[in-house]
């Protein structure tokens, strides 16, 4: 992985998929928690399963683990137990210190703006004036 710094020199994590949270109003919040403690709990993996490849492929390639010991299986097991590979990896994923917001319902609204300073319709300034205006309207909404 490249490590990328943001402007602020954070050091950020994106993740594709979705987040796990609970909302104020959720009616059984020790459901809900004991859920989301399950997703993200150690996981005894069954790599000799033929089926499997493509879903643990999906898996490493797709998103890093938050529970450090799936991640350092799926790395032995992705990199064949390259201990040199997966050492690096592990240390890029200690200095993540922010996590990068993505938002795909977000991400269509600007698309139009991109797309309009790819083409050279708009100004970099204008667009990033325009995705700020845009965003905050639909956070705020």
């Not at 089926?51 to 799936?70: A, I, V, W």
């Amino acid at each position: 992985p490249i490590l990328l710094k943001s402007t602020d020199g954070k050091i950020p994590f994106l993740r594709i998929g979705e987040d796990f949270s609970m909302s104020s109003g959720c009616k059984d919040k020790a459901l809900a928690w004991e859920f989301i403690k399950f997703c993200i709990g150690q996981k005894q993996f069954e790599f000799e399963d033929a089926n499997s490849d493509s879903y643990y492929r999906n898996f490493f390639t797709y998103g890093s683990m938050l529970n450090k010991e799936n991640t350092r299986q799926l790395v032995a097991y992705q990199l064949e137990n390259d201990d040199d590979t997966a050492e690096k990896w592990e240390a890029y994923n200690e200095k993540v210190s922010a996590k990068a917001f993505r938002d795909l319902q977000l991400d269509s609204i600007l698309t139009e703006i991109r797309n309009e300073c790819m083409e050279q319709k708009i100004t970099p300034e204008e667009c990033a004036k325009l995705f700020q205006q845009r965003a905050e309207l639909y956070v705020n909404e």
